[in-house]
Every structure is written in structure tokens, then in C-alpha cells.
């Protein structure tokens, strides 16, 4: 598998895909950073797989590491988690030339990621995403934040990490739910920009390593293009509108992410094909191929109280919402609707 040089802002990062990768982990954080300490943020699912093994590669390229094991689950990105990393950073003597390693899926990715933004204004981090989801899509493209108690991902930062290591190996370690939740997101890449993937997972005549390539290759070229998320970029929260809508109603439990952007997906192509922008049939070619899945096509979740969620969501503006819809499989636009509209249109759908 390939190594994948992308570049955000003024700087080169490289993305090493291959089996075994995670062995390698001393070896690229070494030619990554002048420092020697490293400090490990991960959860409990994930340190007892995969932490051994990366803190005996830092040792092995003569880091001095240090690490911290939160709890698994979205609620791990909180200010309270932020506070206790900053404070682990300190006691461990961490500098601006030493390393932040981010292991785990994406909420270790984003908490971590933030904290490396932020403390001391900046150190380099290495992600090392062990999910599908974190892999294919939220480990790459520098987005870090930490959720609000009234919103998800409110407070952030763009921070491009100085290396990413995705190794196909870990996701035989994954929950079914777990994949199929990253599954959402592949799925994703394909509606937005990749007809032949989308097809090919139809098909299931598409690899996994393959896949993993395939989507990392989308969205460093969508990043490349719009680092900071004001044009092209918008275009990979497909589904996420109403998908976080469902998280925060849902508060935050009974969905993966994967399975919020799933019943989010399909409750835009619903929208854009009752406001005629979407290609008829959209939405239930995308229904079969997410039950392939077991992933969910709604929520269950009150209308009303979904509405009023995506009304607060960071992407409104005045009394505009700003959904990301498709056109057909394979091409998506930024499409305005009116608030007025939207409630109209997404009671419609949602029920």
C-alpha cells in the first residue's frame, strides 16, 4: 500500500497506509519531530490492543513517553478531558519540539488533536486512527474539537497533523457496529465524489485496502483544495447536518456517529429529491446499500425536536440552512434552503 503525501496550508504531511504500519510508529514520529518525548492519548478499548505496541516503538527510536487512557465514547470530548490532558502535558515535561500521539478513532483523533493545537499554541501530532471511520475520514484534513454541552464540535481548530499512520491490520480488532459505522462514512465519500466506489461496495467487489486508499485519496484532495472548510470542503458533511441533529437529541448515546450520518444521508437525499435537485431514486438506492450494512435509514427521534437541533447546527446562517445535497450519485452541491422551507420539507422526510 501506498505512502500518501497530501498538503494543507503551507506544509506536506505524509499518510503511510500498509499492514504493519503501526510497528513502524518510532520510525516516522523520529523523522517528524526534533524532540523526544511523546505523550500517548488513547482510550481503554484501544490500549489494551494496540498501546504496548506503539509505546515500545516510541522507546525503541529513544522516546521518553507518557500516556493517558480515557474512557471510550463521545463523551470523552469534553473541557473537563481537555483540562486533565493540558495538565498530563505539564507533568510530563512536554515541549513545542516534542509529540502528541493520537490513538484511537475519532474522538481520540479530535480531543487529542485539539489539545495539540492549543497547549503551548502548537505541537505536532501524529494521528493514528484505529477505526474505519477515523481512518477513511476524520483523521485526515487537521479538524479538532471538543463538544459543548449544547453542541458538538463547537469548539475546535484546524491543527494538521505532521503524519498519520493508517494500518489496515487494526480494523479486524473492530465491533461489527464499529465497521459498519466507518462504513457510513466510505459510503459517504462515494455519494459526494466517487461514483466507481460506491458501485464497487455495491457490487462488493471493493477491498478494504483498497477502500481505505480510495477515501483517504478524496479527502486529502478535497483538503489540499479548502483547508479551513469555506467552499469544496463543506461538501464531506454530507449527511451531517442531520446527523448531528440526531446525536445531540439523542444525547449523544443509542448512535454511533457513523449511524447518525447514515439516517442523516438519507434524510438529505429525501430532502433534495422533494426540492428537485436530487435524481429520483437516490435515496432508495442509498437505503439498500446502508442495510447492507445494518445501518439505520432514521432515527425514531421526534421531528420537532430534530428541526430545532439543525436550526442551531454551525452551518445555519440567519435564516438560511446550508444542506449539502447530491445531484446524483457521485456529484453534490451546497444548496441553500430557507428555515421556513427546511421545516416544512424535513417534517415531511423525517416522519
Known sequence: MPEIITSAGNRNYEISIRKGALFQTGTIAAGIVAGRRAYIVTDRNVAGYYLGTVVASLEGAGFKTAYSILAPGEASKSYENLIEVYGKFHEAGITRSDLIVALGGGVIGDLAGFAAATYLRGIAVLQIPTSLLAQVDSSVGGKTAINLSFGKNLVGAFHQPAAVIADPEVIRTLPEDEFSAGMAEVI??????DLELFEKIESGEAGLEWIIERCIRIKSAVVEEDEKDTGVRMLLNFGHTVGHAIEKVSGYVGFTHGQAVSAGMVAAAGLGEKLGVTKSGT????????GNFKLPISSGLPAGDLIRA??????TMSETVYFVLLKEIGEAVLYPVSVKELEMLLAEVLS
Do not use: A, F, P
Open 310 to 315: 439543525v436550526r442551531s447546527d454551525k452551518k
Open 188 to 193: 459517504k465519500s462515494g455519494c459526494i465524489k
Open 283 to 290: 435515496s432508495e438506492r442509498m437505503t439498500s446499500l446502508l
